[in-house]
Nanobody
Framework: VQLVESGGGSVQPGGSLKLSCAVS????????LGWFRQAPGKEREGIAM???????RYAAFLKGRFTISKDHVENILHLQIHSLKPEDTAMYYC?????????????????WGKGTLVTISS
C-alpha cells in the first residue's frame, strides 16, 4: 500500500484547504483509510476515518470543520478543512490499515504517507 498526500500549504486563518491522498495497492487489497495530524511538539492525533462501506467517523474535538471523502474511481482520499485556525498548523498524514482505524491509536496504523504540511498564519 502506498499513500501520497498533496494539497498542503500556507493559509490565512478562516481559509479552507482540501488535502488529497492518492492510494495505491498491489493486487486486490482493500484497506480502511483515514487522516491524522501532528503539530510541532505534540503527539499524532486522529482526525477522521472512512470505512469500506463509506461510513465516516470524526474526532470529537473537530466540531464539524473537517470532511473526509473518497473518490472511488480515482482511488483518492480527501480531507476538506474549513475555518482554519492557527492551531490547525500541523503535518497531515494519510493512514491505512487492514483493520478499522482507531483514531485514538495511531500506533495501530499499518501504512502511513509522508505527510503534507499545513501552516495557518496571518
Amino acid at each position: 500500500v502506498q499513500l501520497v498526500e498533496s494539497g498542503g500549504g500556507s493559509v490565512q486563518p478562516g481559509g479552507s484547504l482540501k488535502l488529497s491522498c492518492a492510494v495505491s495497492t498491489v493486487g486486490y487489497v482493500t484497506v480502511y483509510l483515514g487522516w491524522f495530524r501532528q503539530a510541532p511538539g505534540k503527539e499524532r492525533e486522529g482526525i477522521a476515518m472512512i470505512d469500506r462501506d463509506g461510513t465516516t467517523r470524526y474526532a470529537a474535538f473537530l466540531k464539524g470543520r473537517f470532511t473526509i471523502s473518497k473518490d472511488h474511481v480515482e482511488n483518492i482520499l480527501h480531507l476538506q478543512i474549513h475555518s482554519l485556525k492557527p492551531e490547525d498548523t500541523a503535518m497531515y498524514y494519510c493512514a491505512a490499515s487492514h483493520w478499522p482505524l482507531n483514531l485514538g491509536r495511531p500506533e495501530a496504523v499499518d501504512y502511513w504517507g509522508k505527510g503534507t504540511l499545513v501552516t495557518i498564519s496571518s
